[in-house]
């Protein structure tokens, strides 16, 4: 079954009214420019000197995080990565996936028309992660 897309809109109204946990999957540097407050940061892909290269943790660590049926909706920048995320989300038995559909910063429609994102949307953003839920509490890089 094709996985959902969402407004920003919506996806903050799944957040509150459903109890969607918003899973980032930008990398650690842009999720620290600022997301949606109370996001969980699990990056897809870490960038570095070379470029970005595919996070390894990525299903172990979501899959510690959360149970296969945890509603999840997931975002990044414009939507690209959070299209990958679902698809390895998917196959990996979760079950109940949106997808913020324009991301953080905002992506463009199949006309080439801008949707605007979570932060253009106004809507709550934070340059902190609440407790337990940035990169490193999630992959025990802390300590």
Not at 13 to 37: C, I, K, N, T, W
Not at 54 to 62: R, S, T
Not at 84 to 99: D, K, M, P, T
């Amino acid at each position: 079954m094709p996985t959902r897309r969402v407004s920003p809109e919506e996806a903050l109204a799944l957040m509150r009214e459903q109890g969607y946990a918003y899973l980032d999957v930008r990398s650690v540097p842009e999720f620290d420019q600022g997301h949606p407050d109370g996001a969980w940061n699990v990056p897809l892909l870490h960038m570095g000197p070379g470029g970005s290269r595919p996070n390894p943790e990525f299903l172990d660590v979501v899959a510690r995080l959360f149970p296969r049926e945890a509603p999840l909706l997931i975002g990044c920048r414009t939507a690209n990565r959070s299209e990958q995320a679902a698809a390895l989300l998917e196959r990996a038995g979760y079950s109940n996936l949106v997808i913020q559909a324009a991301g953080f910063a905002g992506s463009r429609d199949d006309l080439g028309r801008l949707l605007p994102g979570w932060e253009e949307a106004g809507l709550p953003t934070s340059r902190e992660a609440r407790p337990g839920r940035s990169w490193a509490d999630v992959s025990g890089e802390r300590k």
